[in-house]
């Protein structure tokens, strides 16, 4: 049935995997950082990963499409986050699920469910196994866990063209949903960083962050209605534009993470492919400066497509920007309508802030596919940004990782310099002072930007887990002691359960549990995400 | 304290009421309708209206805001229906609540909810009492009831000029809010037709809708963050741009309409007043082509402030619009950038699908306060759009209501033609042949619009409440048979109970009473709305 057999060690399949030219390539750049040479870890073996007996026999009647070979209890272990891949890599996989299912159908999956209930086991819903949150670990104090995978159930229902949405299976990944919407001229354009390997199912359970930077940017903006199976039955939401009856059955679901039920469908809304574009790449001496100019043509709202600022290291780094400035990046894009003005409006108000670009440097393409206008860094941060190779730097004594949140626009200044202070000492500790700090907006709004950290430096092969736990610690402190959110769209899993607790009202984990209660009463689906276990 | 009394029949103050002039004009125009001479009736003066005697005693600690006074329980045991200011006019109070609170403090709305629930009362958070949905009433089982009005606790906290947000009291009223932001050179533009009479902590509890037809409709959109009190103690979000945590804990709240916490405080975004006007006002032949227009507008994110369409009915008595043409008005509007190039687009949108408009009536104002161009319709409609009066056309024979919905696009036709044929039946039944069905738009996604109809026709005195029911019962049950949402804006109360549970989840019972079960474990908090008593 599958396409290819996941890989236990980087983001997606097998086909995914690096080669060991570019993990030979990445060896070297590490070294020029580091000043330590390291080979690429061999990628173990299947055959010699020891791994524990199954605690469970799946019955003949789910033999179909349940499974305890080793290579799918191995495949499911862990999730996307470097540390989890770089124990992978190093061959030691604990945790391993018991089982592993394929639902095809909805049948399979009541199947499945139902015997993962009344044997108590631990179940663990699975969608593209890119978490960075920990969030699909079998918890240690499991004493059996299923992990129920959706890759099969990954078709497209139906498709309102008139209404602009379609009806998901949860298991679909991005490309493969975007190829099928492609031929009948519509498109989700929803692209999280794990796009290629991640399903809608995952989106929706996580609250995934997409391709729009401002207006409509996570998934739940695209919602129009849910079915999920819980252990308490099916729920399904009705399919609206929009409601004003009570408060949203949508929204509870929403960032459930797998607690509440297992996602099968979601109608999401869609767009016509864009044939107008503009664009314009806008340099700010002052990386302040540069925000402030984001804040004021968000607040025009004209709703650009893209509205990216990177810091001077990121726009070095990423696009090529010489000396210390800041890069904004301004898109538009549609379908109907000619883009031209709303460029030349945004270019506008960037420059009364202090932004420089050259008039012929912004790009308008007016529906013909022939963009005029020279680009400048926005072409070459567009090749820098997408594609993320998770397996790549494993083990070559590099420990790089990012965080992201949101804050309000009067707190932004002070943030962002209490963020660099106190992660910058955290880095210096634990990294030395190689180590590196930076930022860019992955999403704006209105009232706040959210920016997403980057950090990165040498660290001493072994001591990655520890360096890179008392980094995430002041982050996770400094993030929430200066109001913003643990987490703008990477989710909350088990790793940032303990600040979420200190962000969110204290009434809302006994909610959470009360919510559980009802769905999930023997406390089978995801325990440890998002609330203890109850 | 209050700066008038409130009406016991009609929204607002007794400011609002209408005069005997303005009531003897409506008594002609229904003569002129009905064929039926009726007078209006008296209003009963409050020492003759007979109240049962309040079923507890005020302690002495809370005599300084908590009163049992006659004209303050008569003043709360309605909401803003017409047929509950209809038994208001005709002085039948059965079921007044027995106190009413007015907190001016969060201390005091602490100790007069303890007293509430440490007795064991029900206890109904009151706003602007404007509630059409029977929403604040005293349930007939009820031993003892207090009403906790917010209008004390009407001052904005802070404005934070920076992002654009503010916060709120609960009960601040929208004119009072307005006239405070006005100075900042800010704005809410959030307008209900209850504006002048409703709160923002009645806003977010039951998910109105505003100013924006499009993109940003509910005040879900505007919700920074909430503080509430609930019997378990204060439930506070953090406040945030966005964020990506969990599910939404505001999202829990906003549409709960009272039964989980008083809202005590609420940050809502904020709009720079604009400067910039652009609309126009665009006739079609006929009323489907006419919503295809909308439909091709809305799909191309233009997002205009002002997006609706009146059918031929509503054009010609709102806007005086001869013939038998659809009326569509298109507005934009900005603080910072001019919106000629958005109506021009939009206009152009319009005139593919049919839609007529001379360019000089194209009303566009550069900034300058002086619009060019002549207005047409647009104008006309807007005078007779805004304006309320709840109270002067009762007892005079004409029975009047609306109801609104969601619908996505694709059953949209078929959905308006089935409302038409069933509600119109059931208005002959009720009402007569000279009964009247009508419909507009009140706010549009891409996804599909929100229709909202209105109803009238001529009824024999007394028989309003039977000729209403078997309308209302036809009209919900048609609603949710073709798959509409019972309520876009007017939120569930008691009246559309029965007809939500068709629509919602069929667990979502059990969820909502669960998170009840967390924050009002004994089912004081408004027992009978929205779920089921438990």
Known sequence: MEKSRRSFWTWGYVADEPSEVQRQAAAKAAYERTGIAVEPPPIPAIADIKLRKPRLAVPSFLSQFVTSEKVDRITHTYGGHSLELLRAIRGTFDEPPDAVAYPETESQLEQVLEWCVSNDFTTIPYGGGTSV????????DATRAV???LERMNQILEVDEVSRAAN??????????????????????HYPQSFPWSTVGGWVATRSGGHYATNHTHIDDFVESIRMLSP?????????????????????????????GIISSVWLRLQKRPVF??????????????????????????????????????????????????LLIIGFESADLPQRLQIEQAVAVARVHGGVVHDDDVVVDDGTGQATGRGGSVGAWRNAFIGVNAGVQLGLGVLSDTFETAITWDRWPTFDATIRHEVGKALQEALGDAAALSCRFTHVYPDGPAPYYSFS??????????AWQHIKDIANQTVV???????????????HKEAWEQQRPELFGAMLRSLKQSLDPRNNLNPGVLIDSC
């Open 232 to 260: 308490a039955g099916w729920y399904e939401s009705r399919r609206l534009p929009g409601s004003g009856a009570g408060p949203s059955p949508d929204r509870m679901v929403i960032g459930s993470e797998g607690t509440l």
């Open 457 to 466: 430096g040498p660290v001493a092969l072994g001591q990655e887990q520890e």
């Open 168 to 189: 998901f299976q949860a298991g679909i990944l991005g490309p493969s949903l975007e190829a099928q919407l492609k031929a009948r001229g519509l498109t989700l354009r």
């Open 481 to 495: 002691a200066a109001g913003g959110t643990i987490t703008h769209h990477h989710a909350v899993g088990r790793m």
């Open 277 to 326: 574009r503009a664009s314009a790449g806008v340099l700010f001496d002052d990386w302040m400066r540069g925000t402030e100019a984001v804040r004021a043509i968000v607040q025009t709202k004209l709703y650009p497509a893209n509205l990216r600022i990177l810091d001077p290291v990121e726009a070095r780094n990423a696009a090529g920007v010489r000396g210390n400035q800041a």
């Open 133 to 140: 949150v920990w969030g699909l670990n079998v918890p240690q």
């Open 147 to 149: 992990s129920i995978d």
